[in-house]
């Protein structure tokens, strides 16, 4: 219950491409979904997050999309760029700053 | 804002001695820090959340006395890996958020071990 899945585990997009990335929960509790992206050898950086009263969040080339029946939630790169090219972390907390439980990761290639 | 800091970066260490890593919050206070693992290719493994001021708490798996955990004050929280084997060897992020600020959650660069 407590596990998130993500999918697929790596990916490869031509630049100027969507670059989709899924991710179920099982856990009804979990109300705060965030995306983090990582580059090699650094921390996580958070990039955008999504609460399930929301269908949708955009921010720039980044939008979530949510469905809380399934619960599913996906992560949409638009017009992707070599510089997107990192490992993409779904997460799924049970309240706004509770620790994280995270998907095991996409690792994205934009090739140019 | 909500930067945390974490020192060092990578460190290379002889089986047996003992390794602290320092995770910093430099500009908020963080009432609240989590210690994590990440292997090679892998996703990140809760080590232990740690309350400023209380003692941590550890993940099913995580040997307390191994991996030692301190948050003395607001902005840093220090994780002692005591005598370190090469399985040790890994990636350590920390992350910080705060009760008072609003601020969310916030990850270190981490920092990378190799014990040899």
């Known amino acids: 219950q407590q596990q998130v899945k993500q999918s697929p585990q790596s990916l490869i997009v031509q630049k100027g491409g969507i670059s989709i990335i899924n991710c179920a929960y099982e856990?009804?509790?979990?109300?705060?979904f965030p995306w983090y992206q990582q580059f090699p050898g650094k921390g996580p950086a958070l990039l955008i997050a999504?609460?399930?009263?929301?269908s949708e969040k955009k921010e720039g080339r980044f939008t979530i999309s949510f469905n809380k029946s399934a619960k599913q939630f996906s992560l949409h790169i638009m017009d992707s760029q070599p510089g997107d090219s990192a490992t993409y972390f779904c997460?799924?907390?049970?309240?706004?700053?509770?620790?994280?439980?995270f998907g095991p990761g996409t690792r994205l290639s934009v090739l140019p | 804002g909500a930067v945390v800091s974490q020192h060092p970066s990578w460190v290379i260490c002889k089986s047996g001695t003992s390794v602290k890593i320092e995770c910093r919050s430099l500009?908020?206070?963080?009432?609240?820090m989590f210690w994590y693992r990440q292997f090679p290719k892998q996703s990140l493994m809760l080590m232990a959340t740690?309350?400023?001021?209380?003692?941590?708490?550890?993940e099913q798996g995580v040997e307390k006395d191994k991996f030692l955990i301190n948050h003395a004050s607001l902005t840093l929280s220090t994780l002692t890996v005591t005598s370190a084997h090469p399985e040790d060897s890994s990636f350590y992020i920390c992350?910080?958020?705060?009760?008072?600020?609003?601020?969310?959650?916030?990850f270190g660069s981490g920092t990378r071990l190799t014990v040899v």
């Open positions: 999504i609460r399930p009263d929301v």
């Open positions: 500009d908020f206070q963080a009432t609240t």
């Open positions: 992350s910080a958020r705060s009760d008072r600020t609003g601020y969310g959650y916030t």
């Open positions: 740690s309350n400023e001021g209380s003692k941590a708490t550890y």
């Open positions: 997460a799924a907390s049970k309240g706004y700053g509770q620790n994280f439980v």
């Open positions: 856990n009804t509790a979990f109300d705060y």
